[in-house]
């Protein structure tokens, strides 16, 4: 597996813990008032780490060897 392939699977990985880990400590406090403002953005910083390492992990072979290369890309 490539690098940055690698690299967006931890992240992804590293988003869904994130967000288990605080749902589970939320669950065993009942400190909603605070908590519900704090799970919302960190859910949104979650799933903004979770898109950066999917599309991380999806990018395609091809178009980084040519951008490494310094080829042009090729018009239909």
Known sequence: ??????????IMVGAVLQMIIFLW???RRSYMA???PVMGALAAV???A???GYTMFTT???LEQ?????EPPVEP
Not at 1 to 10: F, H, I, P
Request: proline share 0%; charged share 25%.
């Open 60 to 62: 395609e072979e091809e």
């Open 66 to 70: 040519e951008l490494e290369l310094g």
């Open 46 to 48: 979650s799933a903004l």
């Open 25 to 27: 400590a939320v669950a």
């Open 1 to 10: 597996m490539e690098t940055s392939r690698l690299a967006g699977v931890l």
């Open 34 to 36: 605070l908590a519900l």
């Open 50 to 52: 979770f898109w950066i």
